[in-house]
């Protein structure tokens, strides 16, 4: 928690998600990892399927 506190940056995920049970706001982490709420990866994910890529492959003309 002194981490924390301090501001270190190598502070781990784990200790911010300690102090987060410990004031009560513990489930607020489901809304961060919930995909359906990241609209920049959705728009990514949906900005990738739009594209078609199409893989040229060498003429062998060897009879």
Do not use: C, H
Request: hydrophobic content about 45%; proline content about 2%; aromatic content about 4%.
């Amino acid at each position: 928690m002194e981490a924390i506190e301090r501001g270190e940056v190598s502070t781990g995920i784990g200790a911010y998600v300690k102090a987060l049970w410990a004031l009560g706001l513990d489930q607020e982490l489901d809304l961060l990892a919930d995909p359906g709420l990241d609209r920049d990866g959705l728009a990514l994910e949906l900005s990738a399927q739009t594209k078609r890529v199409r893989v040229r492959t060498k003429v062998d003309n060897d009879f």
